[in-house]
């Protein structure tokens, strides 16, 4: 029975969404993170502000809400800085990360997450990976995480449901869906807590968060939040 799950959560909007998608819809719940030593590492302290903000503010939910797994994943970092060697030049990508930002790690993490799964006796895996907003990662794509689940299910013997609510969502529709699972408090509580911002700037304030308001990942934020602002119904 698919009534347990296991949810990536990184502390970003995204993964914010997809936990109370997850808690609203199954009997119990954990979270994993993974540190490779990311620029937004501040993300990483964003999780435990988003645990404890929902625990407060949606007993139903915290009491559905169990382990929260971290993993040591820095070795990515190593890679990153192997392929930097190899002679490929490092230039920035049109969704302003790095070329050297390691590839297919999706991959990674959704095996390292079903390993935890199998342990953990958890049945769903959930991410909030995206094709509408797709910034060019073949490793998000909706066809790789389905090909991904055969191979997890079959190779762990354990069947496994990859679960990627925002697949065909825009940033304004994950907005909207924040409104929809929890009304006004999930929706401040994704705008104030929940990290995107590639500089890690939680300094800067605006409507839809804290960011440093230039980078693609703000940008997709902002322009979702206003979006979303102008065609919301009041609750
Ligand atoms: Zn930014």
Redesign the pocket.
Known sequence: MMTTALVLFSGGQDSATCLAWALQRYNHVETIGFDYGQRHAVELACRQDILTALRAQFPAWGAKLGEDHMLDMRLLSTISETAMTSGRAVEMEKNGLPNTFVPGRNLLFFTYAAAVAYRRELKVLVGGMCETDYSGYPDCRDNTLKALQVALSLGMEHPLVIETPLMWLDKRQTWALAQELGGAALLEIVREKSH????G?RQTWHDWGY?????P??ELRRSGYEGFVKTAVPQ
């Open positions: 995107t911002c590639y500089l700037d960011g440093c308001g230039h980078c990942a703000c």
